[in-house]
């Protein structure tokens, strides 16, 4: 299956800091998505991206949908301490969601 | 808001056993999804449905696996002889249309399999 490897696979920071996050791929996809997931419970979409270049933004999160295809970015703002969690991204491709490896975020009050 | 539901939360069976994981997609969403998330691993792609046939399925599906969709609100996945490795979180999602790519998930169903 594919492979979408997302770096950094863990981050702590101080609230307040900014974040950013990036999923890379060997394919291209026609969807980008980014989700949230607590622990114990599902995934939580945060933004889908359906053109290259796309840049997104939902309150204090932005996403882009890279130039290539291949990649995607997420970025967070001013940390808060709900922010933690697991951030995974997925691609869309031949009628299937494709997940990455996650990143876990701890922010530090 | 709308909501994916799941049921139930946890159960727990004993390998070779039948279990039948139960989840209510959103009621206006037409294409409807399994995955399975091993402990610490990521979200992994087992089947979706639309039109009331299986549409795509990975490797992961195998003989094992069916789905249904009994009525117009239920969406069900059945291991028909559960082993360990089954042991997993089990999400349903579902999606409103082919042209959108916003997927749901329900809160997912902890299988586990002694």
């Known amino acids: 299956g594919q492979q979408l490897n997302q770096s950094p696979q863990s981050m702590f920071i101080q609230e307040g800091e900014d974040v950013s996050m990036n999923c890379t791929s060997s394919?291209?996809?026609?969807?980008w998505l980014w989700y949230k997931q607590d622990p114990g419970e599902g995934p939580v979409l945060l933004i889908a991206?359906?053109?290259?270049?796309e840049l997104t933004s939902n309150g204090r999160l932005t996403a882009q949908f890279g130039i290539t295809r291949k990649d995607s970015f997420l970025n967070i703002s001013a940390s808060i301490p709900s922010d933690v969690g697991i951030y995974f991204c997925?691609?869309?491709?031949?009628?299937?969601?494709?997940f990455g490896t996650g990143t876990s975020l701890t922010v530090i009050p | 808001e709308p909501e994916v539901t799941q049921t139930p939360s946890h159960q727990v069976t004993q390998m070779g056993q039948e279990v039948i994981l139960r989840c209510v997609p959103i009621?206006?969403?037409?294409?409807f999804y399994w995955y399975r998330q091993i402990l610490g691993q990521k979200v992994e792609f087992l089947v979706s449905?639309?039109?009331?046939?299986?549409?795509?399925k990975s490797e992961i599906f195998d003989d094992q696996f069916s789905v249904e969709r009994p009525d117009g609100s239920n969406f069900t996945l059945k291991i028909r002889s559960t082993k360990l490795e089954d042991s997993a979180m089990y999400f349903c999602?579902?999606?409103?249309?082919?042209?959108?790519?916003?997927?749901?998930f329900g809160p997912g169903t902890r299988l586990t399999v002694t």
């Open positions: 997925a691609g869309y491709l031949g009628n299937q969601f494709y």
């Open positions: 449905f639309y039109n009331n046939e299986i549409s795509e």
């Open positions: 991206l359906y053109k290259a270049g």
């Open positions: 394919s291209i996809f026609n969807t």
């Open positions: 999602a579902s999606i409103m249309t082919g042209w959108s790519y916003e997927q749901y």
């Open positions: 009621s206006n969403h037409l294409y």
